[in-house]
């Protein structure tokens, strides 16, 4: 499975931004897709994650961000309101094979394919 990330660029504190994530190759089974994000010199944090029967938000993002999946282009999207400063990191697209309990979702580790990161920078 390949994962093409796009859509970060330069947001201005409050605005919004939209990342997509499209996954190709052998995409028959998906059962998580996510986000996460990367800071530097901070770890890799969970953002927000899609399955069939549930989504799942870190509290930092919730209320602000939204993630969807578009089955028929096998695009999974992230729409980012209200952003703030802490917002700013490289965001990374993650797929996992199969299904996980919801409180397992969060961990990078659970993942099996990673996309290439974009970056998204918040300021004013």
């Known amino acids: 499975v390949q994962l093409q990330a796009s859509g970060g660029g330069l947001a201005q504190i409050g605005g919004s931004m939209r990342l997509s994530c499209a996954a190709s190759g052998r995409t028959g089974s998906t059962g998580v897709m996510a986000w996460f994000r990367q800071s530097p010199g901070q770890e890799r944090e969970f953002v927000a994650a899609w399955t069939m029967f549930n989504t799942l938000y870190a509290d930092s993002v919730k209320g602000r961000f939204t993630i969807t999946r578009d089955g028929a282009k096998n695009t999974v999207y992230l729409q980012m309101d209200s952003l703030k400063s802490e917002d700013t990191a490289v965001y990374y697209c993650?797929?996992?094979?199969?299904?996980?309990?919801?409180?397992?979702?969060?961990?990078?580790?659970?993942?099996?394919?990673w996309g290439q990161g974009t970056q998204v920078t918040v300021s004013s």
């Open positions: 993650a797929v996992r094979s199969a299904r996980i309990v919801v409180s397992a979702q969060r961990y990078p580790s659970n993942y099996d394919y």
